[in-house]
């Protein structure tokens, strides 16, 4: 499967922004999917991550620092994944990553853990000033 992350910009603090993830190959409809993001000179870090809905209902996890303010969602018709951001600081400026990992059953705990993931897209620049 093939990410496009999208969405990315300049923003000032406070300010929103929705990153999108296109999908293809696949379906996604059985993947985990995440978001990461990665500041310069800094490791690649979770943010958010949501389960495959299968015969489930769907979860969603959220790093601490985001929680509250970013919300991760799917549309598994369109083979998309979105994370609605708000109320953005200055530290939540990065390379923000969407990824895929492909599971058998929707039961399977959703990683948290970038090694978890199988498909990674290129990414998009969040830049939020003060």
């Known amino acids: 499967v093939q990410l496009q992350a999208s969405g990315g910009g300049l923003v000032q603090a406070g300010g929103s922004l929705t990153l999108s993830c296109a999908a293809s190959g696949r379906t996604i409809s059985r993947y985990h999917m995440g978001w990461f993001r990665q500041a310069p000179g800094k490791e690649r870090e979770f943010v958010a991550a949501?389960?495959?809905?299968?015969?489930?209902?769907?979860?969603?996890y959220y790093a601490d620092s985001v929680k509250g303010r970013f919300t991760i969602s799917r549309d598994n018709a369109k083979n998309m994944v979105y994370l609605q951001m708000n109320s953005l600081k200055p530290e939540d400026t990065a390379v923000y990553y969407c990824?895929?990992?492909?599971?058998?059953?929707?039961?399977?705990?959703?990683?948290?853990?970038?090694?978890?993931?199988?498909?990674w897209g290129q990414g998009t620049q969040v830049t939020v000033s003060s």
């Open positions: 990824a895929a990992e492909s599971v058998t059953n929707p039961l399977v705990r959703v990683k948290i853990e970038s090694g978890g993931y199988d498909y």
């Open positions: 949501i389960s495959w809905s299968g015969w489930s209902d769907t979860r969603t």
